[in-house]
């Protein structure tokens, strides 16, 4: 799931001869700009084709793609959460690569004929690049606005460096991150073209850290996709059609206490869980529903016959048949003190990579939210510090992000307002 900075790709890459960023990527992604994106009729058209790869997003917005899917559509079925370090010296590079991404992200998400001119594409998705739904949704991290670029005063207000929380077990080499670029697309090797791409056009500029992919699971049989341990996750989220909902819960506004530029961006946390799948099987199924608060085969709250209920607390201040201290309780207590911070959007992925470096079962989820405040996330994970579920979980990874605004037209760029003077 993880790849590291590996040392062989350092090699790989100068035998490549990735251009250094300023000599040869700012170009190469002006030339990216030019290549031909598929007409208005076929990204029209590919609304009723999701299966061959036309389907694509706009890329233009007040906010990024990526992070609302109104239904009935659903999220992608695949995902890459890359986090990179910035390697440029200063904020002119740093401008420029923001350039250079904005041409790569708008041209790989509508798809296209590659330039003659600049790296080559590598062809991996044949002669003409499909967008096959794809959505890069870039994010930057608290370090970004240490020294180097002249950034702190700009720094969202509640954008940190995630701490450990108890019972997680970070490794330092899959956390944090300058840049995160969530990849979301209909098939694998859309992901890697990008990814690859994305390399390919900023040289040096970005030195991946950490890598997590991911994978939704079909429903089964119907409705909510399950997650690894069995149980339905991701039901009650905000409805991402209701632009009232996102509003308040998701996107920031133009006026409140964050910087001016931060408008129509969103804080997202991400975090690399690892589940314990063998003792988690071995647990009764009534047992694991109350660890998380509602029924395995159905998603029910526990009293109910069905997920599409939501539930309720009023009458069971006791936790009888939801436990107080079960997951989704916990999460949400439905109580006047925990009212601000129990809504966030949720867009977890899958994972599995077994066996490890030990040869035992690595299966667990990329967890994934998003919320206008990110205390809200903290305070949160803050309440489900001692779950029970704690017993068959190990968070071992991720960080805090700022999703940076979209991208409004052909002039602008990603985190103009940020670094633009
Ligand atoms: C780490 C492993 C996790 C697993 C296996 C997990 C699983 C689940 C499941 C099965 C549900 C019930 C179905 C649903 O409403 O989606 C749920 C609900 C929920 N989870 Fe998690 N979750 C995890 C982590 C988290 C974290 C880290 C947070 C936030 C800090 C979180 C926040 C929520 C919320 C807000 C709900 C809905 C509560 C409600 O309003 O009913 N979950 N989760």
Same mark, same amino acid.
């Given at each position: 799931? !993880? ?14 001869? @990735? ?17 031909? +994106?598929? !007409? ?16 694509? #997003?706009?890329?233009?917005?007040? #906010? ?18 890359? &986090? ?51 959505? =890069? ?11 180097? $670029? ?5 720094? +969202?207000?509640?954008?940190? !460096?995630?701490? %450990? ?9 899959? *956390? ?7 990849? *979301? %697309? ?11 791409? =994305? ?9 991946? /850290?950490? /890598? ?9 049989? &119907? ?50 869980? @690892? ?7 071995? =647990? ?18 526990? $009293? ?8 309720? $607390? ?5 936790? @009888?048949?939801?436990?107080?201290? &079960? #997951? ?9 003190? !925990?009212?601000?911070? &129990?809504?966030?959007? @949720? ?17 667990? #989820? ?5 919320? /206008? ?39 602008? $760029?990603?985190?103009?307002?940020? =670094?633009?003077?």
């Amino acid at each position: 799931m !993880t790849d590291r900075s590996p040392d062989p790709r350092e090699s790989a890459r100068s035998s490549l001869g @990735r251009r250094s960023f300023l000599g040869g990527a700012l170009a190469a992604g002006a030339a990216g700009a030019m290549a031909s +994106p598929l !007409t208005a009729d076929a990204a029209r058209a590919a609304g009723a084709a999701a299966s061959d790869g036309t389907t694509s #997003h706009p890329f233009y917005g007040v #906010h990024q793609a990526g992070i609302d899917r109104p239904p009935p559509t659903q999220a992608q079925p695949v995902a890459s959460f890359v &986090s990179f370090d910035v390697t440029v010296p200063g904020r002119r590079e740093l401008t420029g690569l923001f350039r250079v991404l904005t041409e790569r992200a708008r041209f790989l998400t509508s798809g296209g004929t590659p330039p003659g001119t600049g790296p080559r594409d590598d062809r991996l998705l044949g002669g003409t690049v499909v967008p096959d739904g794809l959505t =890069v949704t870039a994010a930057v991290g608290a370090s970004l606005f240490d020294g180097r $670029y002249g950034l702190a005063a700009r720094k +969202p207000v509640q954008l940190e !460096t995630m701490r %450990a929380f108890e019972h997680d077990d970070l490794n330092p080499v899959e *956390c944090h991150g300058d840049l995160l670029l969530q990849l *979301c %697309a209909g098939h694998r090797d859309v992901l890697v073209h990008a990814f690859l791409d =994305v390399l390919a056009h900023t040289g040096d500029a970005l030195r991946p /850290r950490w /890598r997590a992919d991911g994978f939704l699971n079909p429903p089964r049989p &119907s409705g909510t996709p399950r997650d690894m341990l069995g149980f339905k996750d991701g039901i009650a989220n905000p409805d991402t059609g209701n632009a009232q909902q996102m509003n308040q819960q998701v996107w920031i506004p133009p006026r409140t206490n964050e910087p001016a530029w931060t408008a129509g961006g969103t804080y997202q946390a991400v975090r690399i869980v @690892r589940f314990f799948v063998e003792q988690w099987n071995k =647990v009764p199924v009534g047992e694991q529903e109350r660890v998380i608060g509602r029924r395995k085969v159905t998603g029910a709250p526990l $009293y109910g016959t069905d997920e599409s209920q939501d539930p309720v $607390y009023t009458n069971d201040p006791q936790g @009888r048949v939801t436990p107080l201290n &079960s #997951h989704i309780r916990l999460a949400n207590p439905q109580t006047p003190d !925990t009212a601000s911070t &129990s809504a966030l959007l @949720r867009r977890s992925y899958q994972y599995t990579r077994t066996p490890d470096p030990a040869g035992d079962v690595n299966i667990g #989820h990329v967890f994934c939210c998003y919320q /206008r405040e990110l205390n809200t996330y903290i305070a949160m994970q803050t309440r489900l510090e001692n779950e029970p579920l704690v017993e068959y979980i190990s968070p071992t990874g991720g960080g805090y992000f700022f999703v940076l605004p979209g991208v409004r037209n052909g002039e602008d $760029y990603y985190a103009r307002g940020l =670094v633009g003077t």
